[in-house]
C-alpha cells in the first residue's frame, strides 16, 4: 500500500476549481497514435499514474515521445520495437493498467500482430475482455489465450471489414474494434457500440487522421477501411468524473465552488443527476457554479416512491459517479436506492461510510440504500484504506464533510486517476496532508 492522505474535515470550502483532461480519454487516444508512422501532437493530457504509465509503455515500445508542455506531448509511432514487445518487462508493465488494452486494435491493423498480458485497473469485480477479441476475430484476427501466463496473442494477414453487434456496449471495446477497423479493408459496422463523449473523441480524432468513420455518437458506427493513416493534432475533453466530483464535493462541505469549463453540453444526464439529489447548479457558459447550501434533499420519482439511481452505457448515467452520489446522498435529506448494474464489487466500500456514521443499508452486491442525514449529524473522521480509484475520491469527500481527523490509505488508487488532488483541494481551502 502506497501513500496516505491526512485529512480534517468540516470545513466549508470556496473558490475556483478547473478539471483536468479527461483520464478515460486520454487512454484511448494515446492508443492511437500507434495507428500511423506521423506525428500526432496531443493536449490537455492528465499528469496521472494510469495515463503517465501509458506514455511509458509507448516509449517502451520504440514511438518517440516529446514533452512539449505541461500535458501536451507529441508522438511518432515511425518505428516500433518488437523484442520488447514480447519481453517479461511488457508482461509486467502492461498488466499495471486497464487502459493498455487498447493497444491491440492499433498493433493488430498497422502490424497484423498483437500482444498483451491480462491488463490491471480496478478490482471491482469481473471485467470480461470478450467483446474486444470476439470483435477483433470477426474482422479476421486468430486468437490466443496462454492461461499459464496469461498472456493474449492477436495475428491477422488482413483485416477484412464486416457487419458486427457487440455483445454488449463495451466503452473500450469498442475503442479496440474501431481502431482495428480504420485500417480493415472493406466496410465494418459496429453496432451496440458504446457511444460516450470520449469515443467520439476519439473517432473524430481518426478522421482527422485519414479515417473515414460515420455515425459517431450513435450506437451504430460505418467505418470504411483506408491504407493509411497520418498526423493530426488532438485536445482531451475536460473529465466529467472530476466534475460531477466536484458537484459532489461542494454540497457535502456545503460549499460554494465553480467549476471551471466543463464543456457542458458533453456532460449528458451528469448535472441532471445531481439536481435529483436536490443539490442546486448553475450554468454560466461553460462554467458550474455550486451555491452553497445548508441543506438538500432527495426528489421522489412521480408516483412518490424512492428515487433510484442507476448506471447504464452512454447516454445513461456512467458507473464511475455512482459512489459519488452515494456519498452525497449519504448527507442529503430523504432516501435514495443506489443501483449499480455494471460491476459486481464496487459498492463494498460503502462499509466504510457506515464507520464514519453514514445510515446505508446494503442490499447486495449491486444496491444500497441510504438514508440521508439532511446535515443534522456529521460523519466522523476515520481511518480507511482506499479500495479503488472512484470509491477512493468519494471516500476523500466524505473525510472532507466530516468532523475530526480521517486517514485514506493506498492513495495510488486515487493518484492514479485524479491530477494533484492534495494540491487542488487545499487551494479550495481543503485541510489534506500527503504523508
Ligand atoms: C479505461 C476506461 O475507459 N475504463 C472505463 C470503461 O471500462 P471498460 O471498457 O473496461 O468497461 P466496459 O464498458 O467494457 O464494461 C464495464 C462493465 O459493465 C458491463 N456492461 C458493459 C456494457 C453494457 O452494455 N452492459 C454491461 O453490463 C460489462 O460486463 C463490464 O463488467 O468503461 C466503464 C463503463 O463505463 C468505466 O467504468 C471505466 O472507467
Ligand atoms: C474503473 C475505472 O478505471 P479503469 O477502467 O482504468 O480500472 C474508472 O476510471 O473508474
Avoid at 112 to 125: H, S, V
Avoid at 174 to 203: D, F, H, R, S
Wanted: with cysteine; net charge negative; hydrophobic share 40%.
Amino acid at each position: 500500500m502506497t501513500g496516505a492522505f491526512e485529512i480534517r474535515g468540516g470545513k466549508q470550502l470556496h473558490g475556483e476549481i478547473t478539471p483536468q483532461g479527461a483520464k478515460n480519454e486520454a487512454l484511448q487516444i494515446l492508443c492511437a497514435v500507434l495507428l500511423t508512422d506521423e506525428e500526432v501532437r496531443i493536449k490537455n493530457i492528465p499528469d496521472i499514474q494510469d495515463v503517465n504509465r501509458l506514455i511509458e509503455i509507448l516509449g517502451d515500445f520504440g514511438v518517440k515521445v516529446t514533452k512539449n508542455g505541461s500535458g501536451d506531448y507529441s508522438f511518432k509511432a515511425n518505428e516500433i520495437n518488437f523484442d520488447y514487445i514480447k519481453s517479461p518487462e511488457f508482461k509486467k508493465d502492461g498488466a499495471k493498467l486497464r487502459g493498455s488494452i487498447m493497444i491491440l486494435g492499433p498493433m493488430l491493423a498497422r502490424f497484423g500482430e498483437a500482444y498483451m498480458p491480462t491488463p490491471g485497473g480496478d478490482k471491482i469485480g469481473r471485467r470480461r475482455l470478450d467483446t474486444h477479441f470476439q470483435g477483433f476475430v470477426e474482422l479476421g484476427a486468430e486468437f490466443h489465450y496462454d492461461e499459464n501466463d496469461y498472456f493474449y496473442t492477436l495475428k491477422a494477414k488482413e483485416l477484412r471489414g464486416k457487419f458486427i453487434l457487440l455483445e454488449e456496449a463495451s466503452v473500450t471495446g469498442t475503442a479496440n474494434i474501431v481502431m482495428a477497423a480504420v485500417l480493415a479493408k472493406g466496410e465494418t459496422k459496429i453496432y451496440n457500440a458504446a457511444c460516450e463523449p470520449y469515443l467520439q473523441q476519439l473517432c473524430k480524432m481518426l478522421n482527422r487522421m485519414g479515417a473515414k468513420i460515420s455515425g459517431i455518437g450513435s450506437n451504430l458506427l460505418t467505418i470504411e477501411g483506408v491504407n493509411h493513416l497520418g498526423g493530426t493534432e488532438h485536445t482531451m475533453l475536460p473529465d466529467m468524473v472530476e466534475i460531477g466530483s466536484w458537484i459532489g464535493l461542494a454540497a457535502m462541505t456545503k460549499s460554494a465552488i465553480t467549476i471551471k469549463n466543463v464543456n457542458y453540453d458533453e456532460l449528458g444526464v451528469i448535472p441532471n443527476t445531481f439536481r435529483k439529489l436536490g443539490i442546486t447548479l448553475e450554468r454560466s457558459g461553460e462554467d458550474i457554479f455550486v451555491p452553497a447550501q445548508e441543506h438538500y434533499k432527495i426528489q421522489k420519482f412521480i408516483d412518490g416512491s424512492i428515487l433510484t439511481i442507476s448506471d447504464a452505457p452512454w447516454p445513461g448515467f456512467t458507473p464511475d459517479l455512482l459512489s459519488i452520489i452515494l456519498v452525497v446522498a449519504t448527507q442529503a435529506k430523504g432516501t435514495l436506492l443506489v443501483h449499480q448494474k455494471m460491476f459486481e464489487s464496487r459498492l463494498f466500500f460503502v462499509d466504510k461510510l457506515i464507520d464514519m456514521g453514514a445510515q446505508i443499508i446494503l442490499c447486495d452486491p449491486h444496491r444500497a440504500t441510504v438514508v440521508g442525514l439532511n446535515h443534522e449529524s456529521p460523519l466522523r473522521g476515520t481511518s480507511m484504506v482506499s479500495p479503488d480509484i472512484r470509491a477512493g475520491n468519494a471516500l476523500l469527500i466524505a473525510a472532507l464533510s466530516a468532523e475530526g481527523k480521517s486517514t485514506i490509505h493506498n492513495i495510488e488508487q486515487i493518484d492514479r486517476g485524479y491530477e494533484n488532488i492534495d494540491g487542488r483541494l487545499k487551494a479550495l481551502g481543503a485541510n489534506i496532508v500527503r504523508i
